[in-house]
């Protein structure tokens, strides 16, 4: 374990050296880089000497914060602080869920060194599509009086604290209704029985980017985990794909 300091952030990481281009994987909302695709991608960049980097977002994991302190812009900036310090050359971005969100804005603040995206269930724009406009006015109302609202989680024993704040400020990095300038290979994976984004996110994707060459692969059974041995397999392989020959 690693660490980098950006803006009185200490932001952890952990990095394989190998060849490039390096992949970088993206965590999700409230998970951290030791989840099952981040373990994964590590050996199996590990097996084939590719550098790979992997870290945690201000409030998430072992990086510093309160996780009720972050926004989109605070996680992009953090991503690339360690973009930024820890890698050089071409780069791969692999997102998952909001990990897709981040992975896409670095992506367009890096244009030059992306050498491909992969995003598993990605989730641009997630703050207002699927919370807010979904949201009640009871719950609307407890955001506009206490500033945060607990959100039942199906994947761990404690609630999500949407705050306000974050649902706000995630105006400020909506995708979905742009083109999203990237023009390297990009691989979008989304689980049909994904309770969390809709199936047609992966398309909308799709039809933002300016790049021609995307595919989208949809799993039968997928949940919005994607994280089966098939899953996974299939994850690496992406990688694998656009990496091409290691450098």
């Known amino acids: 374990m690693d660490y980098i300091m950006y803006k009185g952030r200490k932001l952890a990481y952990k990095s394989q050296k190998g060849k490039g281009p390096t992949v970088i994987f993206f965590p999700g909302f409230m998970s951290d880089m030791e989840g099952s695709k981040a373990a994964t991608l590590a050996e199996f960049c590990r097996s084939r000497g590719q550098a790979y ?15 009720k302190d972050g926004t989109i812009g605070a996680w992009k900036e953090d991503a690339l602080a360690i973009i930024d310090q820890v890698t050089k050359g ?3 971005l692999v997102g998952s869920s909001m990990g897709g969100w981040i992975g ?35 719950v609307k109302a407890t ?21 306000l704040t974050l649902l706000q400020e995630g105006n400020d990095h909506l ?15 989304q689980g049909m029985k994904d309770p969390d984004v809709p199936p047609l996110t992966a398309q909308r994707i799709s039809d933002c980017l300016t790049s021609e060459d995307v595919v989208i692969t949809y799993v039968k059974n997928g949940d919005h985990r994607l994280s089966t041995d098939a899953d996974l397999k ?14």
């Open 53 to 67: 980097v992997r870290f945690d977002y201000s409030g998430h994991g072992r990086s510093s914060g309160d996780f």
């Open 143 to 163: 955001l506009e009086k206490d500033g945060v609202y607990y959100e039942a989680c199906d994947y761990g024993d404690d609630p999500y604290p949407m705050t």
């Open 234 to 247: 299939r994850l690496c392989q992406m990688v694998k794909e656009i990496s091409g020959d290691l450098i």
């Open 104 to 138: 896409l804005l670095s992506g367009l603040a890096l244009k030059a060194r992306v050498k491909g995206f992969v995003g598993l269930a990605a989730a641009p724009d997630f703050t207002k599509e699927l919370c807010w406009d979904l949201y009640s006015d009871e």
């Open 90 to 92: 071409e780069i791969i």
């Open 175 to 189: 995708l979905l209704d742009k083109d999203i300038d990237l023009d390297c290979p990009v691989r979008l994976i």
